[in-house]
């Protein structure tokens, strides 16, 4: 009733070969679990650079604001404050004289 030496080799390397297979799917399985963490990890520190950046660039941008913001002079502003102010108009302050307007008619659009 014994197996001849041959189908008990035979039977041996394949329970080997499947073993084998076994462990090459869990090692398969296990190295695609590894990528699949090391990928989300790369994601979140990748958005957490991102807003580092973000926020740095803000307060680079309100210390550039804030050195280059003007301040009225208003020493200057009080002093001269009981002069008048330098005429910006070409006609002056008292306007156009309406009448200098008319051009000698009275008529609505030359009727």
Do not use: C
């Amino acid at each position: 009733m014994g197996m001849d030496p041959v189908t008990i080799a035979m039977i041996g390397m394949a329970a080997a070969a499947a073993a084998g297979a076994g462990a090459t799917t869990y090692s398969a399985v296990s190295a695609n679990d590894a990528q699949n963490k090391a990928r989300e990890q790369q994601k979140k520190q990748q958005a957490a650079a991102l807003g580092r950046a973000a926020s740095e660039q803000r307060m680079s941008q309100q210390a550039q604001a804030a050195a280059n913001r003007k301040e009225a002079d208003v020493a200057s502003l009080m002093a001269n404050a009981g002069t008048p102010a330098p005429n910006t108009m070409l006609t002056g302050t008292g306007g156009v004289n309406p009448n200098t307007l008319a051009l000698g008619k009275s008529t609505l659009l030359g009727q």
